[in-house]
């Protein structure tokens, strides 16, 4: 036997004792030494095994009698010997004190695997990607989901099974919910059935999968969660694929018009409510209507909002700093807009002609009101006005000095959230993008 050889038969007739304490006192051998003596110890153990197996067996009826192979203390051995082999060859390598971990968990293999490192679903780990979601919950808007959201999903969709269905597979009738992924290479969306299906669809490719009951449970909490720590986003219904969902990025405000404060000047007036009653010429809530009776489509941001009056009819006038105008010549320009309704005094509704007989609100003797110190509030469709300091977009007529019409009223101011416009209707809000409003102005 050479020197740097070990001997394995000095530890065939080792007792338990010694066997745990050599396994205790010593650390792994370098990965060539490991090599070398796992290949020496499956000979050994091959070699006394074939011994074992033709050696003469004592049986006696009845009682069947344990035998300790021999071979089983040497494999033991051996793997003690590989423990101790860097004491004996010089250079021992710590890797890892495992004295103050638990039995069972010595070895690194046995520690379960993170999400993260599995990655088992088919579009990989989505971790640290920005994420979408639609539900029923809070259609037409999107949901901004928080950055933890991806984490979350992740780890559910990484642990999953993701079987591929074919084309016979039945299709979920229920409630869905979808989750739309950005990450750093693609995008696509995943809708979620109450079944344990998702339908995967980019890039014009669709598959359907079949996944865990946690991976669905995880997409549906994701998607509708009790409360809402993101933030809600609008956007178009056609809109609603893996790509456009991100093309507007601006939460939904609170309020995008608002009920303006009574004016300084009238405190202490007396505020007479009226609805007046006007006639128009088209319907006014068609936008289509508005962008083809306007003589232009202005954007920019509101400055100002002032009420007025003339020949006894009320009008708020709203001042804007130009930013775009589709047709004409204001950008960069301070114009002014007006719409019906506001305030006017009873004093210069009653001065115009054959009016003052029907001046009085409840028929009663003009005598019995202080005159100059009654005001009417012409309320005309919701009576808010656009919030000072936010961008809309106005269907307008001739801008002439400065000063122009707002064509369609209330229903002609669209709010810009981003890239979209919204327009507020008496049945809810209706969402375009500038491609849209152009097509409507005929200036495609």
Not at 271 to 300: C, K, R, S, V, W
Request: hydrophobic residues 35%.
């Amino acid at each position: 036997m050479k020197d740097n050889e070990l001997d394995l038969d000095m530890l065939e007739n080792a007792d338990d004792e010694t066997v745990k304490r050599l396994a205790e006192e010593y650390r792994a051998a370098p990965e060539s030494d490991l090599v070398r003596l796992f290949e020496r110890s499956e000979k050994r153990f091959a070699s006394r095994k074939a011994d074992d197996d033709t050696g003469a067996e004592m049986t006696v009826s009845g009682v069947e009698r344990y035998r300790r192979p021999v071979w089983t203390r040497i494999l033991t051995a051996a793997s003690v010997v590989v423990l101790a082999a860097g004491a004996v060859t010089g250079g021992a390598l710590l890797v890892r004190d495992f004295s103050d971990r638990p039995d069972d968990t010595l070895s690194s293999a046995s520690e379960p695997e993170t999400a993260a490192c599995r990655a088992v679903a088919p579009f990989g780990d989505i971790s640290g990607s920005r994420v979408r979601c639609l539900s029923a919950a809070y259609a037409p808007y999107i949901y901004d989901a928080p950055a933890e959201t991806a984490g979350e999903l992740a780890e559910a969709f990484n642990l999953s099974s993701w079987d591929e269905l074919n084309g016979e597979a039945e299709f979920f009738d229920g409630e869905t919910v979808t989750i739309f992924v950005d990450g750093a290479e693609s995008r696509f969306q995943l809708t979620f059935c109450g079944d344990n299906t998702v339908e995967y669809k980019t890039d014009g490719i669709t598959t359907r999968y079949s996944v865990s009951q946690e991976a669905s449970a995880a997409a549906y909490k994701a998607a509708a969660p009790a409360e809402l720590s993101g933030h809600l986003i609008w956007s178009k219904f056609e809109d609603l694929t893996f790509d456009g969902v991100w093309k507007n990025n601006e939460p939904v405000p609170e309020d995008i018009f608002e009920t303006p404060a009574l004016p300084a000047e009238l405190e202490g007036k007396y505020i007479i409510d009226t609805e007046p009653l006007y006639e128009y010429a088209f319907d006014m809530e068609n936008i289509g209507n508005d962008a083809q009776h306007a003589d232009d489509f202005i954007i920019g941001k509101v400055t100002g909002i002032r009420f007025t009056s003339r020949g006894g009819t009320a009008y708020t006038e709203i001042d804007v700093d130009v930013s775009e105008a589709l047709k004409g010549e204001t950008a960069g320009e301070s114009i002014t807009v007006a719409i019906a309704g506001g305030y006017v005094s009873m004093r210069e509704v009653i001065s115009q002609p054959g009016v003052a007989e029907h001046a009085s609100p409840d028929n009663s003797e003009l005598k019995d009101y202080d005159v100059d110190n009654t005001y009417y509030h012409h309320i005309v469709g919701s009576a808010q006005v656009p919030i000072i300091g936010k961008e809309y977009a106005f269907f307008v007529s001739e801008i002439i000095d400065g000063r122009g019409w707002v064509t369609g009223e209330e229903y002609g101011i669209l709010y810009k959230c981003d890239n979209l416009f919204i327009q507020r209707t008496t049945q809810g809000f209706n969402f375009y993008d500038i491609d849209d409003i152009k097509s409507m102005m005929d200036l495609e």
